[in-house]
C-alpha cells in the first residue's frame, strides 16, 4: 500500500515501511521491527488489530503484533505516523509474556547504499557531543557509526534529512559484509554482551523519528561522474555442489549439458565422509569435471594422512576451513598448506570461510602461499521476503571491491544458496524451482563478476538446480548461457534495478546475449 504526507511516499507492507522517498530520492530503504533470539534468528512477525487511515497529506498506522516461536512469546503494540510537515515516526512497545534468550529487540532502519556511499555524517551522541563520519565506500568490517541517538546527513541527490533515535542507544553497521544492500541502524549495542535473558514482563520501548532540513552543516559529497568507457571482465568458471542423492543417467544427460567446470564436495570427517568423497568422485568422473573440495578440519594431524590416502586425481581445488571457526587458524594453514602443495603440487590451495564475507572481512589476514580467497554468498541473512530477495543482488558486487582492496588472489564464492547456511534446519525455501529464481541467479552473474570461480547451488532436489520432477528454471536459464558460450560479462548500469534488469555476455565470436529480467 502507497502512503503519502506533503513530499514523502512509502509502501507499507507487512507492518514494515518501505522505499520512503522525499519526492523522487530515496531516502530509507526500510524501517522495521525485529526480535533476534540467541541464535540470531529473526522471528516471524503476525499482525493484528490494524488499522489504516491515509488523509489528504498525512497518514496514522497502529497494529498489534506477536513473535512465537519455541519457548519465545512476544508482543507489541506499534504506532506510524507521517505528518503533513514531512515527520515521520515509528513507535514501538513490547512486552514478553514469557522467560528466553534475545540477542536483539525492536526497531531497525535500513539505509540504501545506493544513495549513502561516500555521504558524510554528523551523529549526535547521548552526552550531546557530534561526530562528523563517512557512509563508507568499501565495506567497512565493524561498526560504522556508535552511540547515536540522532544523525543527520545529505542523500547524493542533496535531500538533507535527520534521524532520531528515543528509548535506547543505537549504532550502525554495514550489512554488505552479509550480501544485503544495505546499512542498518538498530539498537543494543554488539559491545553489550548477549544473549540477554528476557523475564516474562519486561517491556521495551523506542521511537524512530525521521525529518528534513535545509541545511545543517552537512555536505552532499559529489557524485563521481558515470565512466562510459566499457570494459570487458571474463566470464568466470561455474560449477555446482553435490549432495547425497544419487544422480540418475537421466540427471548426468541433463548436466552434461550446461556449463559444468568444477564439482562441489564438502567433507568433515564425520563418519561416512570417505563414501561421501567417493561417491563424488564417481560422479565427476562420469561428468569429467574436476572437483572443487572443500574440507573442514578439526584435529587435522589425522585427518590430513586420512584425506592423503584417499588422494583423487580429479581434485582440482582444495579449500582449507576449520570447525567451529569462521576462518582457520595460522597453525592449521602453518601445517597443511606446505604438505599439501608438496604431496599435491597440481591443485590449487585456497582458504577464507564457508560462510559470509564478514569472516573474511574482519581479519584481513590473507596468507599469500595460498592460491585463491573464498566465501559465500546468500541474499537471506537477516529478512527473507521477496523484495529483499531481489534487493540484495547489487550488494553482490561489493565483497569483491574490497576483497580487491587488500588482497590480489583470485577470488572463489562457494557456494552460492538461497537460505543462510547459518541454520542447518531451515535451508530448504519453496522458491528454489521457479522462474524469480532463475531471474535472480541470472542478476546474480551479472553483480558477482570478476570472481573468478562460483558454485551454485546443489545439482538435485530442493535446493538443486534440477527438481525431483525434472530441470528447475534455473537450470534452463544456465543452459541457455551454455549454449551462447560466454567470454565476457558486460557491465551495465540500469536506472531502476528494483524493477528491471539486465545481464550482457559476449562470446568468443564478440556476438552478445541480452538477458532482460523484469521484477
Given at each position: 500500500m502507497i502512503l503519502t504526507t506533503t513530499n514523502l511516499n512509502l509502501l507499507y507492507l507487512d507492518g514494515h515501511l518501505r522505499y520512503i522517498k522525499h519526492g523522487e530520492e530515496e531516502?530509507?530503504?526500510?524501517?522495521?521491527?525485529?526480535?533476534?533470539?540467541?541464535?540470531?534468528?529473526?522471528?516471524?512477525?503476525?499482525?493484528s488489530k490494524e488499522t489504516i487511515i491515509q488523509n489528504e497529506s498525512s497518514f496514522s498506522i497502529q497494529y498489534h503484533a506477536q513473535y512465537v516461536l519455541g519457548d519465545i512469546d512476544y508482543e507489541a503494540?506499534?504506532?506510524?505516523?507521517?505528518?503533513?510537515?514531512?515527520?515521520l515516526s515509528f513507535h514501538f512497545k513490547g512486552k514478553a509474556k514469557t522467560d528466553f534468550l534475545r540477542n536483539?529487540?525492536?526497531?531497525c532502519v535500513l539505509h540504501p547504499i545506493h544513495n549513502s556511499l561516500g555521504q558524510a555524517v554528523i551523529v549526535t551522541q547521548p552526552d550531546g557531543d557530534e561526530v562528523a563520519a563517512i557512509f563508507p565506500t568499501l565495506i567497512e568490517p565493524n561498526i560504522a557509526f556508535e552511540n547515536i541517538v540522532q544523525f543527520a546527513w545529505k542523500t547524493r541527490g542533496g535531500v538533507g534529512a535527520s534521524l532520531e533515535f528515543e528509548g535506547d542507544v543505537f549504532e550502525s553497521e554495514d550489512q554488505r559484509n552479509w550480501s544485503d544492500n544495505s546499512f542498518k541502524t538498530y539498537s543494543t549495542p554488539v559491545s553489550i554482551p548477549f544473549p540477554v535473558l528476557v523475564k516474562s514482563g519486561d517491556e521495551v520501548e523506542q521511537k524512530v523519528t525521521l525529518s528534513f532540513w535545509q541545511d545543517a552543516g552537512v555536505r552532499s559529497a559529489k557524485v563521481p561522474e558515470e565512466d562510459k568507457k566499457e570494459i570487458l571482465i571474463p566470464f568466470p568458471r561455474i560449477g555446482y555442489a553435490s549432495n547425497d542423492r544419487p544422480l540418475t543417467d537421466a540427471h548426468f544427460e541433463m548436466l552434461k549439458q550446461i556449463k559444468f567446470d568444477h564439482y562441489r564436495v564438502e567433507i568433515d570427517f564425520a563418519e561416512g565422509w570417505l563414501n561421501t568423497f567417493r561417491k563424488a568422485c564417481a560422479e565427476a568422473e562420469v561428468l569429467d569435471v574436476g572437483i572443487e573440495l572443500v574440507v573442514l578440519f578439526g584435529d587435522y594431524v589425522p585427518e590430513y594422512n586420512l584425506l592423503r590416502d584417499s588422494f583423487s586425481s580429479r581434485l582440482g581445488s582444495m579449500t582449507i576451513l576449520q570447525k567451529h571457526a569462521s576462518t582457520p587458524t595460522q597453525g592449521l594453514l602453518d601445517y597443511l598448506i606446505p604438505r599439501l602443495k608438496s604431496d599435491f603440487p597440481s591443485i590449487r590451495i585456497g582458504s577464507g570461510t564457508n560462510g559470509h564475507f564478514v569472516a573474511i572481512n574482519r581479519t584481513r589476514t590473507i596468507d599469500s602461499r595460498l592460491d585463491f580467497i573464498s566465501y559465500g554468498v546468500t541474499p537471506l541473512a537477516h529478512l527473507s521476503d521477496d523484495l529483499t530477495l531481489k534487493e540484495n543482488l547489487e550488494a553482490q558486487q561489493y565483497p569483491l571491491k574490497t576483497l580487491r582492496s587488500f588482497t590480489d588472489l583470485p577470488m572463489h564464492i562457494s557456494p552460492v544458496t538461497l537460505r543462510s547456511r547459518d541454520y542447518p534446519a531451515l535451508t530448504i525455501d519453496p522458491r528454489q524451482h521457479t522462474p524469480m529464481m532463475a531471474d535472480w541467479t541470472t542478476m546474480s552473474l551479472k553483480y558477482l563478476a570478476g570472481a573468478d570461480q562460483i558454485t551454485f547451488f546443489e545439482i538435485i532436489g530442493p535446493k538443486g538446480i534440477i527438481n525431483e520432477s525434472g530441470p528447475s528454471p534455473i537450470y534452463d536459464v544456465l543452459k541457455r548461457i551454455t549454449d551462447f558460450q560466454p567470454k565476457y560479462i558486460i557491465?551495465?548500469?540500469?536506472?531502476h534495478p528494483l524493477m528491471e534488469d539486465i545481464l550482457v555476455l559476449e562470446n568468443v565470436a564478440g556476438e552478445r546475449m541480452e538477458l532482460k529480467v523484469v521484477f
Amino acid at each position: 500500500m502507497i502512503l503519502t504526507t506533503t513530499n514523502l511516499n512509502l509502501l507499507y507492507l507487512d507492518g514494515h515501511l518501505r522505499y520512503i522517498k522525499h519526492g523522487e530520492e530515496e531516502i530509507i530503504r526500510m524501517v522495521y521491527t525485529a526480535l533476534r533470539n540467541d541464535h540470531w534468528f529473526t522471528l516471524p512477525m503476525q499482525i493484528s488489530k490494524e488499522t489504516i487511515i491515509q488523509n489528504e497529506s498525512s497518514f496514522s498506522i497502529q497494529y498489534h503484533a506477536q513473535y512465537v516461536l519455541g519457548d519465545i512469546d512476544y508482543e507489541a503494540d506499534i504506532e506510524i505516523l507521517g505528518t503533513a510537515d514531512d515527520v515521520l515516526s515509528f513507535h514501538f512497545k513490547g512486552k514478553a509474556k514469557t522467560d528466553f534468550l534475545r540477542n536483539r529487540i525492536g526497531v531497525c532502519v535500513l539505509h540504501p547504499i545506493h544513495n549513502s556511499l561516500g555521504q558524510a555524517v554528523i551523529v549526535t551522541q547521548p552526552d550531546g557531543d557530534e561526530v562528523a563520519a563517512i557512509f563508507p565506500t568499501l565495506i567497512e568490517p565493524n561498526i560504522a557509526f556508535e552511540n547515536i541517538v540522532q544523525f543527520a546527513w545529505k542523500t547524493r541527490g542533496g535531500v538533507g534529512a535527520s534521524l532520531e533515535f528515543e528509548g535506547d542507544v543505537f549504532e550502525s553497521e554495514d550489512q554488505r559484509n552479509w550480501s544485503d544492500n544495505s546499512f542498518k541502524t538498530y539498537s543494543t549495542p554488539v559491545s553489550i554482551p548477549f544473549p540477554v535473558l528476557v523475564k516474562s514482563g519486561d517491556e521495551v520501548e523506542q521511537k524512530v523519528t525521521l525529518s528534513f532540513w535545509q541545511d545543517a552543516g552537512v555536505r552532499s559529497a559529489k557524485v563521481p561522474e558515470e565512466d562510459k568507457k566499457e570494459i570487458l571482465i571474463p566470464f568466470p568458471r561455474i560449477g555446482y555442489a553435490s549432495n547425497d542423492r544419487p544422480l540418475t543417467d537421466a540427471h548426468f544427460e541433463m548436466l552434461k549439458q550446461i556449463k559444468f567446470d568444477h564439482y562441489r564436495v564438502e567433507i568433515d570427517f564425520a563418519e561416512g565422509w570417505l563414501n561421501t568423497f567417493r561417491k563424488a568422485c564417481a560422479e565427476a568422473e562420469v561428468l569429467d569435471v574436476g572437483i572443487e573440495l572443500v574440507v573442514l578440519f578439526g584435529d587435522y594431524v589425522p585427518e590430513y594422512n586420512l584425506l592423503r590416502d584417499s588422494f583423487s586425481s580429479r581434485l582440482g581445488s582444495m579449500t582449507i576451513l576449520q570447525k567451529h571457526a569462521s576462518t582457520p587458524t595460522q597453525g592449521l594453514l602453518d601445517y597443511l598448506i606446505p604438505r599439501l602443495k608438496s604431496d599435491f603440487p597440481s591443485i590449487r590451495i585456497g582458504s577464507g570461510t564457508n560462510g559470509h564475507f564478514v569472516a573474511i572481512n574482519r581479519t584481513r589476514t590473507i596468507d599469500s602461499r595460498l592460491d585463491f580467497i573464498s566465501y559465500g554468498v546468500t541474499p537471506l541473512a537477516h529478512l527473507s521476503d521477496d523484495l529483499t530477495l531481489k534487493e540484495n543482488l547489487e550488494a553482490q558486487q561489493y565483497p569483491l571491491k574490497t576483497l580487491r582492496s587488500f588482497t590480489d588472489l583470485p577470488m572463489h564464492i562457494s557456494p552460492v544458496t538461497l537460505r543462510s547456511r547459518d541454520y542447518p534446519a531451515l535451508t530448504i525455501d519453496p522458491r528454489q524451482h521457479t522462474p524469480m529464481m532463475a531471474d535472480w541467479t541470472t542478476m546474480s552473474l551479472k553483480y558477482l563478476a570478476g570472481a573468478d570461480q562460483i558454485t551454485f547451488f546443489e545439482i538435485i532436489g530442493p535446493k538443486g538446480i534440477i527438481n525431483e520432477s525434472g530441470p528447475s528454471p534455473i537450470y534452463d536459464v544456465l543452459k541457455r548461457i551454455t549454449d551462447f558460450q560466454p567470454k565476457y560479462i558486460i557491465p551495465t548500469q540500469v536506472m531502476h534495478p528494483l524493477m528491471e534488469d539486465i545481464l550482457v555476455l559476449e562470446n568468443v565470436a564478440g556476438e552478445r546475449m541480452e538477458l532482460k529480467v523484469v521484477f
